[in-house]
């Protein structure tokens, strides 16, 4: 090296040194980024790095398109606060913008970005039924999490017809909202290691909306053979079963198209992305069309759930999967008998119209369902049957029947959430439901893990809520760090891996319990598949 060059590295280097004597700064991919220290609920110190854009824009042309890379920045970028959130009707906070502009990334580490040990990841997808939500710090708080030595990632991905409208033929590419994901997934993998994250260790965790996406990511073969995740958690939802997803893509776009300009009629699928790219978001919004998950010819998302895991085309990682004891018990402050008489009137609808049945048969295994649930009465008898039959065929079924096909390949750790506690909220349940329901709904485990605003202050609850926090956030962070929940006992258990012929499960409440055969799954599957024909699609 000659003198003169030697001349101008002293300035750089010096350079770099000082940016890098601030912990809060840290290098990705496309540019510096600042970010700053939050306390954990113990009162450690952790870094916290919000709204880092993982994606251009998805505004103007790159509206109803693939995620892209974002621009770099030469300057330091400022990610310390994160209010940007997808389109939606509402914000739950006051401080929320709701923007299409919101492909954002937050990153929390409870150790130096710049320490040499990596940590596990903790991926998450929120819920929201690909409607609603966000992953802000509001929502999803992580000072409980960021006690237990893992680092957290949550991010944003399009909503509503922004993310869930297509076309057939790609023009309008379906699935945006699982793109996003994916592309969420990719960066995590890319640049986790610059905030001391293991990009060798990331369990992708999503809830509701959020478990239906994980599940899509488990099917088939990992993208380009990258293994971007190595395990999951998924709380309450499968795509095994028939939830958010639509047979034909295109009759939506159509559909958007037209409430956005009534006189439009072309079929051509370019005039159509003309069309919504130069719409109004609102209005975009505002149309009531949502889209949802389609099968794609292929690609990441060309697979069936419930068939891919009948044919073993899934990613065969550690799971832990589970529902709350009555997710559906909302039904309660809305008992409407036009809703649920009808399948008194006809019990055949009891079967989702996406098995494959006769119409004789669909009669006889609805009679046996609607026996099943209401005891030989009706739901108009039995209401809390009408819960319990909603509760399993949105969420507990498909569960079980994933945890049934996938337990034989892949250690898989079944739950289910029944402790009632003042943290998880919906309290006023408890007095309605009638007998023969469980009692946690849908969305309280959330509240024994993320800091959302309500259960910021545990001194505020009972005691044993804080403890039950305390045991979930070790059983969830434990797997984690080495992908089984109880290395050691928690609440005096060793959770075992769940195997198909007694689906056993760990029941989560005041006390903890290995149990088998969880609610009437075992039933509803002898019905079900003395009935059903080929082709498979769901099971639910
Ligand atoms: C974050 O930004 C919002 C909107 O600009 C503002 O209302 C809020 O006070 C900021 N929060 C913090 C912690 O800086
Ligand atoms: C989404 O939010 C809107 C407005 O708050 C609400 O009416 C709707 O039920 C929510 N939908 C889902 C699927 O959560
Ligand atoms: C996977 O590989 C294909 C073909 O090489 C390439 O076009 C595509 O961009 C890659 N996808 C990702 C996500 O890396
Ligand atoms: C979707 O519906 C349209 C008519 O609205 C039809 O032309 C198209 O073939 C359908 N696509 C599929 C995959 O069924
Ligand atoms: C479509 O709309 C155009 C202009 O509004 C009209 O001229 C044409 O006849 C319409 N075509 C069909 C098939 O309705
Ligand atoms: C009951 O449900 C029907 C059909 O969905 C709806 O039209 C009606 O408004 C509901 N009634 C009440 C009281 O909510
Ligand atoms: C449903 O099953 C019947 C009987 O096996 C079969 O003939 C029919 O093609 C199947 N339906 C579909 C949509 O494939
Ligand atoms: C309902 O009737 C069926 C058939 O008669 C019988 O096997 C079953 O035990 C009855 N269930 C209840 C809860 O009475
Ligand atoms: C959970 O524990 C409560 C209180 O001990 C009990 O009343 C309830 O039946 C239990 N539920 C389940 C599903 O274990
Ligand atoms: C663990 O065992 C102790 C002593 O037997 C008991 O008091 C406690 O309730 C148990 N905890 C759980 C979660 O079962
Ligand atoms: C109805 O189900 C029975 C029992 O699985 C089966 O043998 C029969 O072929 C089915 N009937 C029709 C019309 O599909």
Not at 132 to 154: A, H, I, R, W
Not at 264 to 269: G, I, M, V
Not at 346 to 373: F, K
Not at 491 to 503: D, H, R
Request: proline share 7%.
């Amino acid at each position: 090296m000659t003198p003169f060059k030697l001349i101008f590295l002293i300035p750089i280097l010096v350079n770099i040194n000082y940016a890098y004597a601030d912990d809060t700064i840290v290098e990705i991919e496309s540019g510096k980024i600042k970010g700053h220290i939050l306390k954990s609920e113990s009162g450690k110190d952790y870094y916290a790095f919000q709204e880092i854009p993982y994606a251009a824009k998805p505004i103007g042309e790159n509206r109803f398109q693939p995620p892209k890379a974002p621009e770099p920045w030469s300057d330091i970028l400022e990610t310390t606060n994160n209010t940007k959130i997808c389109y939606q009707y509402k914000r739950k906070y006051a401080n929320l913008e709701i923007s299409e502009d919101c492909l954002y990334i937050n990153v929390y580490t409870p150790q130096k970005p710049t320490d040499a040990k990596v940590l596990p990841v903790l991926l998450w997808i929120h819920g929201g039924g690909f409607v609603n939500e966000s992953s802000t710090f509001e929502y999803y708080g992580p000072k409980y999490l960021m006690d237990y030595g893992v680092v957290v990632v949550t991010f944003n991905y399009r909503l509503g017809a922004f993310g869930f409208v297509g076309t057939d033929d790609g023009v309008i590419p379906p699935n945006l909202g699982l793109k996003d994901q994916l592309f969420a997934m990719q960066w995590v993998n890319r640049n986790i290691k610059a905030f001391s994250g293991n990009p060798y260790q990331v369990v992708l965790v999503g809830e509701s909306a959020g478990s239906i996406s994980v599940g899509y990511h488990l099917l088939g073969p990992y993208v380009n053979d990258t293994k971007i995740f190595h395990a999951a958690i998924m709380q309450s939802g499968s795509p095994v079963g028939s939830e958010l997803r639509t047979q034909n893509i295109t009759n939506e776009a159509y559909k958007l198209a037209k409430a956005l300009d009534p006189t439009f009629n072309s079929t051509d699928s370019s005039d159509i992305l003309k069309l919504l790219q130069s719409a109004s978001a609102e209005d975009i919004l505002h149309s009531e069309v949502t889209g949802a998950v389609v099968l794609e010819q292929d690609g990441p998302f060309s697979y069936q759930a419930f068939p891919s895991f009948l044919n073993q085309n899934y990613k065969k990682i550690p799971v832990m999967i589970g529902f709350n004891s009555e997710e559906w018990a909302f039904l309660v402050w809305s008992r409407n008998k036009t809703q649920y008489g009808k399948f008194d009137e006809d019990p055949s609808l009891l079967v989702d119209p996406l098995i494959n049945m006769s119409s004789e048969n669909r009669t006889i295994a609805g009679n046996l369902l609607r026996q099943l649930y209401t005891g030989n009465t009706t739901f108009d008898e039995n209401y809390g049957g009408f819960i319990r039959y909603v509760s399993d065929h949105m969420f507990t079924t498909a569960t079980c029947k994933q945890v049934e096909l996938a337990s034989p390949e892949a250690p898989y750790y079944l739950y289910q959430f029944s402790y009632k506690g003042e943290l998880g909220g919906q309290m006023s349940l408890l007095s309605l439901l009638p007998p023969g329901t469980g009692t946690v709904a849908h969305a309280e485990d959330l509240h024994y893990m993320w800091d959302d605003g309500s259960n910021s202050d545990l001194s505020q609850f009972p005691e044993e809520d804080g403890v039950m926090l305390q045991r979930y956030v070790e059983m969830w962070t434990n797997f984690v760090k080495y992908f089984v929940p109880t290395p050691e006992p928690v609440g005096n258990i060793t959770w075992l891996p769940s195997e198909p012929s007694t689906l056993r499960y760990l029941n989560i409440n005041t006390t903890f319990e290995m149990m088998e055969n969880p609610r009437q799954y075992q039933q509803v599957k002898g019905i079900l598949e003395t009935y059903m024909e080929p082709p498979y699609t769901v099971f639910n």
